[in-house]
């Protein structure tokens, strides 16, 4: 799934009408650019892959494990025919291999079906995911984003937001995951749309309209 064209151009002029600060910041940052990204095992096997460890030593990694694969297709039945010595060999560690293997399993056997995933409503899909053993709420949040394309999902626990949302609407001190769920009620139905340019704020360092890129 992509994300509407339209739609998104009606969010963001909701959002820039709705919130001033946030509409400083998307004068600064410029249009949104996110594109949903297709092939949804393998965005769950990259999530797996970069847990806890840095972007590079991912990259490394995912770019090892395809060297394995047959034309280097990241699919469950290629991941399958590899031995736990081949995972090992590239990098993956022991608890990763667990998770890989639960997730190969889930996706051969239909426990896990992402075309079905694709139809459900943002909370069943998230449901859906995290029975996967190493997929979290976390993880399957930024799936059905960056994935599936929807427009309305936000991220509570994510650190990334709550340091943005701390420095843009200058609060005393670091929300709870609970404000921040209230905080992005006035964002609905387009709570995605927020989260990608809070999250291009921490990039770009702007704060409002203060810090010009």
């Known amino acids: 799934m992509a994300f509407e064209p339209t739609e998104i151009r009606k969010g963001v002029r909701v959002l820039s009408k709705n919130d001033p600060v946030l509409a400083g910041v998307m004068r600064n940052v410029g249009p949104f650019t996110l594109k949903a990204e297709p092939g949804g095992f393998e965005i769950l096997v990259r999530s797996i892959l970069s847990q806890q460890i840095s972007m590079a030593a991912a990259r490394t990694i995912r770019g090892r494990l395809q060297a394995l694969l047959p034309a280097g297709k990241m699919t469950a039945k290629n991941i399958d025919a590899l031995s736990d010595d081949q995972l090992q060999s590239v990098g993956v560690s022991r608890q990763k291999q667990t998770y890989l293997r639960h997730l190969t399993s889930c996706t051969l056997d239909g426990t896990i079906n992402f075309r079905r995933i694709a139809t459900e409503s943002d909370d069943n899909a998230v449901a859906e995911l995290i029975q996967v053993k ?66 291009r704020s921490l990039e770009q360092k702007v704060i409002a309209d203060e810090f010009p890129v």
């Open 134 to 199: 190493g997929i979290g709420r976390w993880t399957a949040q930024m799936f059905l984003m960056f994935s599936l394309g929807r427009i309305d999902v936000f991220a509570p626990d994510d650190l990334g937001l709550r340091n943005a949302i701390e420095k843009l609407y200058e609060l005393p001190e670091k929300p709870s995951r609970s404000e921040l769920e209230q905080h992005a009620e006035k964002w609905r139905p387009y709570r995605t749309i927020a989260s990608w340019y809070l999250w």
